[in-house]
C-alpha cells in the first residue's frame, strides 16, 4: 500500500467510448502525475500538476484530458482513443522535487 | 530527447550474486532516483542521490553518482530471488524542480535465478 489508489485497476474500452481514469492520494503531497508505460519503451511523463495547477503537458494528444479538482485527486479523462494508445497508465504523488510514490497502475486496453 | 539511459537492457545473475546496473544522463540534474518495477505494478522509490554527493547506501543497496560523466550505478549486493523485477533510473533536470518534471531511462530487467 503506497498511498496512491488507482481505479480502475482494468479497462477495455472502444475507440468511441469515454471513459475516466482516477488516482486518489492520502500522502498530503503538493504534485501529482500521470505517467504511461508502454512496452518496450520508457515511462512517459504525460502531465505534471502542483498545488491543482498544470505545470506540464508534455505534448499529450487532446483525446486525453486530466483534471485536478484538489491535491488529492486525479483524473485522466480518455475520449475516441486508438489502439496505440492501450499502455499501463500509471499516477503518482510527492512533494515537489521529491521522490514519487506511485499507484499499482490502470492497465488500459483499446479495441 | 531521453534523459536517463541503462545499461545493460537485461541482466541474469545467480541468487547471492552482485548485480550492477549503469544510469547515464544527458543534462545537469539537481538529483538522481532508482525505482524498481515487479512486472504489471507501480514503481517504488529506492534510493535518491543528490547531484552534491558521490554515494549513497540504503541496505544491500549502493548507488554512486559521477556527475562529470553524468552517469550513476546501481549496486545490489547479496542477490535475491525476490530482487528479480525491473530497475528505472530517473533525474530531474536542474531548473526543472519547480514543475516536477522527473523522465526515466528504459530500466534493466533483472533476473536472479534460485
Known amino acids: 500500500e503506497t498511498g496512491v489508489t488507482q481505479t480502475p485497476r482494468h479497462l477495455v474500452m472502444g475507440m468511441t467510448n469515454k471513459k475516466s481514469l482516477k488516482c486518489e492520494q492520502h500522502?498530503?503531497?503538493?504534485?501529482m502525475y500521470w505517467y504511461k508505460q508502454s512496452a518496450k519503451k520508457p515511462l512517459e511523463l504525460m502531465f505534471v500538476?502542483?498545488?491543482?495547477?498544470?505545470?506540464e503537458n508534455n505534448s499529450v494528444p487532446s483525446r486525453f484530458s486530466p483534471e485536478c479538482p484538489n491535491s488529492s485527486h486525479l483524473f485522466l479523462h480518455l475520449h475516441t482513443l486508438q489502439p496505440e494508445d492501450s499502455a499501463l497508465y500509471l499516477c503518482?504523488?510527492?512533494?515537489?522535487?521529491?521522490?514519487?510514490?506511485f499507484g499499482e497502475g490502470s492497465r488500459l486496453t483499446v479495441l | 530527447s531521453q534523459q536517463g539511459e541503462e545499461d545493460p537492457q537485461a541482466l541474469s545473475i545467480q541468487e547471492g550474486e552482485n548485480a550492477t546496473m549503469n544510469c547515464s544522463y544527458k543534462?545537469?540534474?539537481?538529483?538522481l532516483q532508482w525505482y524498481r518495477q515487479n512486472s504489471g505494478r507501480g514503481l517504488v522509490h529506492l534510493i535518491l542521490i543528490r547531484s552534491n554527493e558521490r554515494e549513497k547506501h540504503s541496505g544491500r543497496l549502493r548507488v554512486t553518482l559521477d556527475t562529470s560523466k553524468k552517469s550513476s550505478s546501481l549496486l545490489i549486493t547479496a542477490s535475491r530471488a525476490a530482487d528479480t523485477a525491473s530497475y528505472f533510473c530517473a533525474t530531474d533536470a536542474k531548473g526543472s524542480s519547480n514543475t516536477g518534471k522527473l523522465i526515466f531511462g528504459q530500466g534493466t530487467t533483472l533476473q536472479v535465478k534460485p
Open positions: 503518482a504523488s510527492s512533494q515537489l522535487g521529491g521522490e514519487l510514490f
Open positions: 543534462t545537469s540534474i539537481n538529483n
Open positions: 500522502l498530503g503531497h503538493n504534485a
Open positions: 500538476y502542483n498545488f491543482k495547477e498544470q505545470t
